[in-house]
């Protein structure tokens, strides 16, 4: 895969459709554009037109080595960048895009590890891409994901995650508010939940946890006290509490 | 129509590299779990060419004379906070008696991340190893009981956890910069990616 990472593409929003109340998807034609492996993100430039630019970082949902990159932003309501791309930005509209970035958070058919993703929130995206692999490889290694949001309303690609030719089955996991007739109350993830929804220390999985910094560290902090070793942790922090 | 971005009007800081935003908080980026390190089984070491090791327990560490540091970080996903303050040994300090002919360093952590520096970049009053952050430990998610700190390069070369640094003869990549990084990382020169 050529890798371009200086340039600044033009990105022009050819496809947009909303996930949630609060989130977007968003797909860019990127003439240019490298490709990318599952996990990776971009920087994604705005300029207004005195000339002032902000950078922000996203994950990107879609892989492979098309000149389209998928992105789904969740709307932070005091944000400076966020509303605009979930409320704002119209079909046609450029951004400037740069990547793809981060070379270690991402997970590529060819490893032979059984996966355990986690995600909490929008960091759901990045998993997207790797679940999405994984199908398109028809790989059989083991690959599950563990999604925690606050209600069942939160979630980003709920089709795309329950359907039941997934490859990668997806296990919810609700903190504040729970669909009816659900067993469990909701409350965060604990170690007896981690213990009992992801894959064992014995498999050895290589775990990927992405989302906001709190929950990163709780959770991979739990994986390493039942017994996961640190070198199969990865994670991927996207700012906030 | 295009949709037009407002932004928020921010006023132009001197201080602020190109391509950086200003934030109040302290994000925490790491690429692993947060290790988490005893002081009673903390070292720190200078490993050279002449297989030569100097080498600081925590006690011996924290006996050394220390600086208050105040300075502005940058971090190359584009945030910058400024005035930070700091705690620390100057790297002056701990290479008052090292004697090596190597230009590189590379850093080592606990967690086993690297980073690569030139040794110029540490000299000279421009690095130390800190031990406090605003006047208390430094957080584990922030690198404590100790990280490098180097304000003027991006913050990925203050290595969280730090544990020692080997002189090397040429520039050899270390975690982020084998990952597409910069080599150096100078945000004044926007070095974010190779
Ligand atoms: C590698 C990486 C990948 C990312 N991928 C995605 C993605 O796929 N989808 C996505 O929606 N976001 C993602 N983010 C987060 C994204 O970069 C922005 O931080 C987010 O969109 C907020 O930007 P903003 O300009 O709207 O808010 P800002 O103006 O930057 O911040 C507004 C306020 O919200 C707080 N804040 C900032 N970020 C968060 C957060 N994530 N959660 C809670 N509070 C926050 C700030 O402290 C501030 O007080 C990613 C971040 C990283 C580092």
Same mark, same amino acid.
């Given at each position: ?35 990318? /492996? ?81 995600? +909490? ?121 | ?101 190597? /230009? ?38 922030? +690198? ?26 040429? /520039? ?23």
């Amino acid at each position: 895969m050529s890798r371009r990472t200086n340039a600044w593409l033009t990105g022009s929003l050819a496809r947009a459709h909303p996930l949630t109340a609060s989130a977007r998807s968003i797909t860019f034609a990127v003439p240019g554009w490298p490709g990318n /492996d599952p996990g990776h993100h971009v920087d994604v430039r705005l300029t207004a037109p005195d000339g002032y630019q902000v950078v922000r970082s996203y994950s990107i949902a879609s892989t492979g080595t098309g000149e389209e990159i998928e992105l789904a932003i969740d709307r932070l309501p005091d944000g400076e960048v966020s509303p605009f791309l979930v409320d704002d930005l119209e079909l046609g509209d450029t951004v400037e895009l740069r990547g793809p970035l981060g070379g270690w958070f991402v997970w590529r058919p060819e490893q032979t590890q059984p996966v355990q993703l986690i995600a +909490g929130g929008s960091g759901v995206v990045p998993f997207i891409a790797m679940t999405r692999a994984h199908a398109s490889a028809g790989n059989s290694i083991p690959m599950q994901l563990l999604y925690s949001l606050r209600a069942p309303c939160d979630a980003f690609f709920r089709d795309e995650l329950s359907q039941p030719s997934a490859t990668a089955p997806t296990t919810w996991h609700y903190t504040r508010t729970v669909p009816p007739g659900w067993s469990r109350s909701a409350g965060r993830l604990t170690v007896k939940d981690l213990k009992s929804e992801t894959l064992p220390p014995e498999q050895v999985p290589l775990t990927y946890i992405c989302g906001p910094t709190g929950f990163v560290e709780t959770v991979s902090r739990a994986l390493i006290s039942l017994g996961h070793a640190a070198d199969n942790i990865r994670t991927e922090r996207f700012g906030g509490i | 129509m295009m949709a037009v971005f407002g932004g928020r009007r921010r006023d132009d800081n001197p201080a602020l590299p190109p391509g950086q935003y200003l934030t109040e908080s302290f994000p925490v980026l790491s690429a692993g779990p947060t290790p988490s390190i005893d002081t009673q089984d903390w070292e720190f070491f200078i490993h050279t060419e002449a297989a030569h090791t100097h080498q600081w327990t925590w006690d011996q560490f924290i006996a050394l004379p220390s600086e208050d540091i105040t300075a502005d970080i940058h971090c190359v996903t584009s945030w910058s906070k400024l005035g930070a303050g700091w705690r620390g040994v100057a790297l002056d300090t701990l290479f008052a008696g090292v004697e090596t002919g190597f /230009d590189f360093v590379m850093a080592h952590s606990y967690g086993g991340y690297t980073t690569n520096l030139p040794l110029e970049d540490l000299l000279n009053g421009r690095a130390w190893i800190a031990y406090e952050y605003d006047g208390g430990e430094i957080d584990p998610e922030h +690198g404590g009981p100790a990280r490098l700190l180097v304000p003027h390069l991006y913050f990925w070369k203050s290595a969280k956890w730090i544990r020692g640094l080997v002189m090397q003869s040429g /520039d050899k990549p270390g975690f982020w910069e084998e990952n597409g990084y910069n080599l150096h990382g100078d945000p004044w020169r926007e070095e974010r990616y190779a």
